[in-house]
Each structure stands twice: as structure tokens, then as C-alpha cells.
């Protein structure tokens, strides 16, 4: 059972360049996540998807689009990189059942990106 | 919003205990979520708490206090594998299942 499968997993990129980040999740579950994790500030939401076809902004998503053509995979885009999107990138994917639900989100083991 | 405050850094010797708080402030609550995240490392889910009072899951134990939007995990019988950071996240309510995460407490274990 992989869980929550991330690719790359290291990448180094110059500025302007663009490139997409892969999930795919093999637990069926409904919700899907993009966060990037920065020294001292924690994990903050990008983007996220509730389902097939829906994408969402979450905190800090300028710079980034996301798709989820397929249930099982969540993309994550950035169109022209810039030095200040170097950061480590995780994916997660959860169930939700409604309100008050114990539904953890699962992670992905993290893209490693470096924009020169 | 959501404003998630815990420590920094802290420091223990294995074999002992550890308490690592985290306050919020939120304009709803639905949930708490304790994650353990090795340096290098994915976060792994550790615990869930929603309402009042002590969960506890083998050598891990997590306290919530919804009126004083406080909650604690607490370490027993340090290892020096719990070396790690541990991330408090909240889920406000009418959010579906998104999470607001703190900064995070990095532990170390000293022999």
C-alpha cells in the first residue's frame, strides 16, 4: 500500500522556468492538499481539492494552479518559478466523513525545490 | 483566522517526560491534531482530540481544553527516536477538513 506517492522528489530550477509536481493518492480518499513547509513557519495550505474536477486556494497561492483531472491525483503548477518558491512541497490526502470526523490527512514524503 | 502558538525548540533526557503546549485562537473549532515529523521526513498523524479532556495512545497522551483553547502532548518514557518536531494543527469549523498548522516544537533527546 503506497499511500501517498509524491515525484519528484528533489529538483533544482532556474528562475522562469516552469515545472509540475505529481501526487497520487491509491486510498480513495475525497480531499487532496498542496503545502509548502518553510523554516520556522510551518506547514502552509496552498491549495486544495475536494473532490474530482474542484480545486480551491488555500493561504498562499499565488504563484501556483492546481489540477485533479483524475480522483487520485492532485497536480501542482508553477509557471514561472521564482527564488522566493524554494521550499520543501508536501501533499496530503484525507477522507471526510463531516463535521467533528477523527480524518487525518496523509502526506506524501516531499518535493525538495531549489529556484537559482 | 486562526493564530497557532507552541515552543520553539525543547530539550529532554530520555527516559523522562516531556510536555509540548499549544494554544490557538480560532473563530470556530472543529478538532486538534497532534503530528510527529522527522527532519527529512513526511508529518505522520499522532492524535486527534474534538472534545474536553485526555487521549492517550500508548507512551503519547493528548489534552485538549476547548474553553481555554490550550491542548498538550505529552511524552512518557523518552526515547531518543522521539527525537523529531511536533506540529499542533486545528481544524476550524464550517472549513471541511482543513487544517491550520502551527510552527512547530522541534525535541531533542539526550542520552
Known amino acids: 500500500n503506497a499511500g501517498v506517492t509524491q515525484t519528484p522528489k528533489f529538483r533544482v530550477l532556474k528562475t522562469g522556468q516552469s515545472m509540475t509536481l505529481l501526487c497520487a493518492q491509491d486510498m480513495n480518499h475525497e480531499y487532496m492538499y498542496w503545502y509548502r513547509q518553510d523554516p520556522g513557519m510551518g506547514l502552509r495550505l496552498i491549495h486544495y481539492s475536494v473532490g474530482e474536477g474542484t480545486t480551491a486556494k488555500g493561504e498562499v497561492p499565488d504563484g501556483y494552479n492546481v489540477s485533479r483531472l483524475k480522483k487520485q491525483n492532485f497536480l501542482l503548477g508553477l509557471e514561472s518559478a521564482a527564488p522566493s518558491q524554494t521550499s520543501v512541497y508536501f501533499c496530503?490526502?484525507?477522507?471526510?466523513?463531516?463535521?467533528?470526523?477523527?480524518?487525518?490527512?496523509?502526506f506524501g514524503d516531499g518535493t525538495r525545490l531549489s529556484i537559482l | 483566522g486562526q493564530n497557532i502558538d507552541q515552543p520553539t525548540e525543547m530539550t529532554a533526557t530520555e527516559g523522562a517526560i516531556v510536555q509540548i503546549n499549544c494554544t490557538y485562537q480560532t473563530s470556530g473549532f472543529n478538532g486538534l491534531f497532534w503530528y510527529q515529523q522527522h527532519a527529512g521526513e513526511a508529518p505522520t498523524f499522532l492524535s486527534y482530540n474534538v472534545l474536553d479532556g485526555l487521549e492517550e495512545k500508548g507512551r503519547f497522551s493528548s489534552f485538549l481544553s476547548r474553553s481555554k483553547g490550550y491542548s498538550y502532548l505529552l511524552l512518557k518514557e523518552l526515547q531518543m527516536k522521539d527525537s523529531a518536531s511536533y506540529l499542533c494543527?486545528?481544524?476550524?469549523?464550517?472549513?471541511?477538513?482543513?487544517?491550520?498548522f502551527g510552527g512547530g516544537t522541534r525535541l531533542m533527546v539526550k542520552p
Open positions: 496530503a490526502s484525507s477522507y471526510y466523513r463531516g463535521t467533528n470526523g477523527n480524518q487525518p490527512q496523509h
Open positions: 494543527a486545528v481544524r476550524p469549523y464550517n472549513a471541511g477538513n482543513m487544517l491550520t
